[in-house]
């Protein structure tokens, strides 16, 4: 079974820092997608970043980037210049590919960010 | 983006009665939804997945005859907490995709309270 593990329970950053989030996986999946999610207080997931795991590009939107090491199931994500509502939780999910959105999402047990004024 | 919605957004009952909780896709089809429940502080735990037309799959450990799930349309999926007891007490968030959607939309929650 896929596993999603994320070390760091809570982070902290200071505004216009950067600042890094942890995560890996386990799978014997190929081919599959990598997830990072965000809930904030109103806690509404939403969608920061998806990697595809045969692009070896990392993905980037905007202020956040992650680092996709495939051989070592790796996929942090890089928030760049934080802002006061980068202050959430966040989630790492993997998904296999096979049924696209008809798959499960597996989720890591979430980090809770800071962004200190 | 695709917006999923979720009613009630917060529903307090007492212990003993059912509470049904829709989940609606309102500008796509959604032939899969995925029913979670998070407890505070904690992540998303996954308790079925539903197929429009099918019975639901339900994740170990998750009590099908408490939590009826029913996806009769492409665009409605409903939980029904049958019995409930405060231990149910939980935010439920229901998530919505399918084959040909490259991701899933998450509704707002429903947050329930068991008195």
């Known amino acids: 079974a896929q596993t999603v593990t994320q070390s760091q329970p809570e982070m902290s950053v200071q505004e216009a820092e950067t600042v890094t989030l942890s995560c890996t996986y386990d799978?014997?999946?190929?081919?599959?997608?990598l997830f990072w999610y965000k809930q904030p207080p109103s806690r509404q997931m939403i969608l920061v970043i998806r990697?595809?795991?045969?692009?070896?590009q990392n993905a980037t939107e905007n202020r956040f980037s992650v680092n996709f090491q495939k051989a070592a199931k790796s996929f942090s994500l890089k928030i760049s210049d934080s802002q006061l509502g980068d202050a959430a939780m966040y989630f790492c999910a993997y998904r296999r590919k096979t049924q696209g959105g008809s798959e499960k999402l597996v989720f890591g047990k979430g980090t809770k960010l800071t962004v200190n004024p | 983006g695709a917006v999923v919605s979720q009613h009630p957004s917060r529903v307090i009952c007492k212990s003993g009665t059912s509470v049904k909780i829709e989940c609606r896709s309102l500008?796509?089809?959604?032939?899969?939804m995925f029913w979670y429940r998070q407890f505070p502080k904690k992540s998303l735990m996954l308790m079925a997945t539903?197929?429009?037309?099918?019975?639901?799959?339900?994740e170990q450990g998750v009590e099908k005859d408490k939590f009826l799930i029913n996806h009769a349309s492409l665009t409605l999926s409903t939980l029904t907490v049958t019995s409930a007891h405060p231990e149910d007490s939980s935010f439920y968030i229901c998530?919505?995709?399918?084959?040909?959607?490259?991701?899933?939309?998450f509704g707002p929650g429903t947050r329930l309270t068991v008195t």
């Open positions: 500008d796509f089809q959604a032939t899969t």
């Open positions: 539903s197929n429009e037309g099918s019975k639901a799959t339900y």
């Open positions: 998530s919505a995709g399918g084959p040909r959607l490259a991701e899933q939309y």
């Open positions: 990697q595809e795991a045969y692009k070896q």
């Open positions: 799978t014997s999946e190929s081919d599959y997608y």
